[in-house]
C-alpha cells in the first residue's frame, strides 16, 4: 500500500516562496508517478506538476511554468514541488498524488493520495 505525506505548507506573502514535500512509502517499482494537485476554496481541484519517478519529462500547468518546481529524492523516497513568486491566487490546499504509470496531468489517474497540506498566500 503506497502512503504519501505532505508537509511544508504554511502562510508566505505574496512574492515569498515554500517548498512542499511529499514523503512517499510503499513503493514498488520505478514505473511510478508523483503529481502534485491544488484546491481552492470554491473551485475544482486543479494540476499543478508532475514526474515520473525513473526518468522523464516533468509536466506543469502553463500557469506555475517558471515559478514552481517538482523534484524528487530517492534516497529519501520524497518529492518536493519548490513555489517561487507566490501570488494570492496560490493559496489552496496542495495534494500530492501517486500512481504506477507515467506521469500524467489528469487527477483521476492516480490512485492514491495525501491528505493535503495549506498554502496561504497573503497580498
Known amino acids: 500500500q503506497v502512503q504519501l505525506v505532505e508537509s511544508g505548507g504554511g502562510l508566505v506573502q505574496a512574492g515569498g516562496s515554500l517548498r512542499l514535500s511529499c514523503a512517499t512509502s510503499?513503493?514498488?517499482?520505478?514505473?511510478?508517478?508523483l503529481g502534485w494537485f491544488r484546491q481552492a476554496p470554491g473551485k475544482e481541484r486543479e494540476f499543478v506538476a508532475a514526474l515520473t519517478w525513473g526518468a522523464g519529462p516533468t509536466y506543469y500547468a502553463d500557469s506555475m511554468k517558471g515559478r514552481f518546481t517538482i523534484s524528487r529524492d530517492n534516497a529519501r523516497n520524497t518529492v518536493y514541488l519548490q513555489m517561487s513568486s507566490l501570488k494570492p491566487e496560490d493559496t489552496a490546499v496542495y495534494y500530492c498524488?501517486?500512481?504506477?504509470?507515467?506521469?500524467?496531468?489528469?487527477?483521476?489517474?492516480?490512485?492514491?493520495w495525501g491528505q493535503g497540506t495549506q498554502v496561504t498566500v497573503s497580498s
Open positions: 510503499g513503493r514498488t517499482s520505478s514505473r511510478f508517478a
Open positions: 498524488a501517486a500512481r504506477y504509470g507515467l506521469a500524467s496531468t489528469g487527477q483521476y489517474n492516480y490512485n492514491y
